[in-house]
């Protein structure tokens, strides 16, 4: 235990001050009837987490400039967007900031929504908002992000997300018939009375010819007929959104530059800030999960072993994963595989290295786990199938077969890679 704990203890410092480690993973007693690869080691949360605070302060800034432009909506999805963020792990400063900044702007930026469905079902439409039943297709929004869900008797429920901000517009929902179900019709209290009128004439019609005459200065004139009953002609409904948002005045707004150049200059440089910081916490967001992803594909080509939650002592084919938190390492976390025998261990340590070398180089120990490992959980570890494997191998094949012809017409380069005997996939 203490040699264990030692080993660790090395290993965990050269790695946190950058520091020579060994080539190769340090191997055990294949015998050994209960070891542990320590895989690696990581700061991803930590360095994610940075990544993230360097967001939510980048786009506070962005809101504040854009407050100053005269852009209110834009103001409010910046600051809403920090907060989602802020909440969920940076300082409270920043949510009680942005909570404050959005209770200032929120009340003026209100929307007004009509929900329209295409065939009208006036009687028997149903509106949900968030979750909540709206008492009617007209909807009052606040500025942001919302969801939307419509249904009728005899159709399909349709989901809709929408964002809004202090404006006026028409939501057109194609609801889609229900299997087995007869469709609701419009009640005759929904239908336009340009239309009624129209039934009513059609009625008494004598077939005498003047069906093209003008109508008596009598009868009561037609008000404008609602768009889904106006059309005479057949529509393919292959070729009608499934929703669509119509502003309450289509006539298109001319681009407004505001605020000053120096402010429209601080935009620009906040936006791009903003996106390279989104990166920079994806790309820690996806190296947090790739040493397992790797993992994956070595159980894909070994379906020999099974993952199990305790191995059995002397069992060369079970394995158990644990990530583990290290202790006096701040955000640092332990990638290891428990095995009931030692050659196991000592075979998914090199082949491990080969494909990933990232996070240090392994160590295979027997014997218990030490004690600087604390807090353990079971990851997710994708597997792909045989024939995900089959399509990878003969895509690298393809791309490789080229690079072969060169090799056998010139001499290796010094220090050139080895290719891998156990696993040919260098899936990134």
Known sequence: MKCSLSLLFVALSGLCAGGAVAAEPKLTNPSCQSAYALLGWSKFEVQKAEALEKLVVTRMQKAAVLEKMGEPCGAV??????????????????????????????????????????????????????????????????????????????????????????????????LTPADG??????SPAAISPSVKAKEDDDKGDDDDGDDDKPAAASKVPSPTVSAPLAAPQAVSTS???????????AAPKPTIWKGTAALRRELARLSTAENDWQKIADHWEL???????????????????????????????????????????????????????GGTCNSIAKTFHFLYEGIGVP????????????ASFVPEIPIPSAEEIAIRDAEWAASHAKDDDEKDEKPAAPGAAKPDADDDDDED
């Open 77 to 174: 999805a910046s600051y809403a967007s920090a907060l989602k963020l802020a909440s969920e792990g940076a300082s409270a400063e920043h949510v009680a900031e942005a909570r404050r900044r959005l209770a200032a702007l929120e009340p003026g930026l209100g929307s007004t929504v009509t929900v329209k469905a295409e065939p009208p079902v006036a009687p028997t439409l149903v509106v949900t908002v968030d979750g909540v039943r709206a008492s009617g297709p007209r909807l009052s929004l606040a500025p942001g992000n919302h969801t939307i869900v419509v249904g009728a008797t005899g159709y399909q429920t349709d989901t809709e997300p929408l964002s809004v901000c202090k404006e006026e517009r028409d939501l057109i929902v194609q």
């Open 181 to 186: 179900a007869a469709p609701a019709v419009a």
């Open 239 to 249: 070729a009608v959104p499934t929703a669509t948002l119509e502003p309450a005045n």
């Open 287 to 341: 190296s947090k999960k790739l040493p397992w992803l790797k993992m994956g594909w070595i159980l894909g080509r070994r379906r020999q072993l099974t993952q199990v939650d305790a191995i059995q002592p002397g069992d060369a084919k079970q394995v158990s994963f644990r990530q583990y938190k290290v202790k006096g390492q701040e955000g640092a976390n332990a990638y290891v595989a428990h095995c009931g025998f």
């Open 363 to 374: 160590q295979v120990e027997c014997g218990p786990l030490p004690a600087i490992l604390e």
